[in-house]
């Protein structure tokens, strides 16, 4: 499995941004979609994931702010980003696991929220 993330970008404080993770590849064989993401000198961190029947997980953080969502025709996952923060900067990755338990991870994307 293939995963191109796409959608980061430069926004101010209390806008909005969508990025959007296509996988290729099995994706049938996909369980779990997730977005993470990673501030400097920090460990990645799990934002939201869904799984391929729809149940949703979302980081205290970003309750009420973030939406994920997926297109399982399409092998795609969505992270819809509103009211951002600028603590919110950092660099996005969407990571898949399979129903066999393989793990694989997309190329960052860098969101940076101006204040």
């Known amino acids: 499995v293939q995963l191109q993330a796409s959608g980061g970008g430069l926004v101010q404080a209390g806008g909005s941004l969508r990025l959007s993770c296509a996988a290729y590849?099995?994706?049938?064989?996909?369980?779990?979609m997730a977005w993470y993401r990673q501030f400097p000198g920090e460990q990645r961190e799990l934002v939201a994931d869904i799984t391929r029947g729809g149940s949703i997980n979302y980081a205290d953080s970003v309750k009420g702010r973030f939406t994920i969502s997926r297109d399982n025709t399409k092998g795609t996952t969505y992270l819809q980003m509103s009211s951002l923060k600028p603590e919110d900067t950092g660099v996005y990755f969407c990571k898949v696991r399979t129903s066999r338990g393989l793990a694989y991870w997309g190329q960052g994307t860098l969101v940076t929220v101006s204040s």
């Open positions: 590849g099995s994706t049938s064989s996909i369980n779990v």
